[in-house]
């Protein structure tokens, strides 16, 4: 079993910057692709970012590219989120999760174990 916590979100105006950060524990956290959701009030939840176990490959959705990197420390057994130049359509709660391969995918059914989930609010 995989526990995931997430820490870093807040309120941020639009065109600041924010870290996310996401602890794992559990098993071996380089054999598990790692991925960024966020839900908005009435929307789908949507992969924001992922990367690959070793860290080698990463996805952004195209609305982040550019802003947001995504990264790891297997070593800490953590990944990250740095957003940059935030807009207020960035607001949301930002879920980490767990899928239980080395490879990056942008389904939410595809991860098994999730965070509790972070508030962003971005203010204008």
């Known amino acids: 079993q995989v526990q995931l916590v997430e820490s870093g979100g807040g309120l941020v105006q639009a065109g600041g910057s924010l870290r996310l950060s996401c602890a794992a524990s559990g098993r071996t956290f380089s054999n598990y692709a790692m991925g960024w959701f966020r839900q908005a009030p009435g929307k789908e939840r949507e992969c924001v970012a992922a990367i690959s176990g070793g860290g080698g490959r990463t996805y952004y959705t195209d609305s982040v590219k550019g802003r947001f990197t995504i990264s790891r420390d297997n070593a800490k057994n953590t990944v990250y989120l740095q957003m940059n130049s935030l807009q207020v359509e960035d607001t949301a709660v930002y879920y980490c999760?767990?899928?239980?391969?080395?490879?990056?995918?942008?389904?939410?059914?595809?991860?098994?174990?999730w965070g509790q989930g972070t508030q962003v609010t971005v203010s204008s």
């Open positions: 999760a767990a899928r239980p391969t080395v490879l990056i995918n942008t389904n939410a059914y595809e991860y098994r174990h």
